[in-house]
Nanobody, 124 residues
Framework: QVQLVESGGGLVQAGGSLRLSCAAS????????MAWFRQAPGKEREFVAA????????YLAAPLKDRFTISRNNAKNTVSLQMNSLKPEDTAVYYC?????????????????WGQGTQVTVSS
């Protein structure tokens, strides 16, 4: 059974930074795509970033690529999302997801496993 556990969310002022982490367990993730999505109240789940568990390819939503960075630590089985220059519109529940696929996707339905989410609130 695959488990994804997010951490690192919280309350931050606009302009601040947060680093989210996703701890993955339950199987070998070498062929997986790992991703972050977010969902604000009343809105659809939105793609944020993705990374291959092996290799160096990363994918970021275009509006976020200047402020957000995705990375992984294979030794610790974690994937992180560094968020800088945060804005109130970044407020959302952030989810970690995993897909047993060779191709990264921005569609939530492409991902097989999900974490429980971590709340990020950015105050103005």
């Amino acid at each position: 059974q695959v488990q994804l556990v997010e951490s690192g969310g919280g309350l931050v002022q606009a302009g601040g930074s947060l680093r989210l982490s996703c701890a993955a367990s339950g199987r070998t993730f070498s062929s997986y795509i790992m991703a972050w999505f977010r969902q604000a109240p009343g809105k659809e789940r939105e793609f944020v970033a993705a990374i291959r568990w092996s290799g160096s390819s990363t994918y970021l939503a275009a509006p976020l690529k200047d402020r957000f960075t995705i990375s992984r630590n294979n030794a610790k089985n974690t994937v992180s999302l560094q968020m800088n220059s945060l804005k109130p519109e970044d407020t959302a529940v952030y989810y970690c997801a995993a897909a047993g696929s060779s191709s990264a996707s921005s569609l939530p339905e492409a991902y097989d496993y999900w974490g429980q989410g971590t709340q990020v609130t950015v105050s103005s």
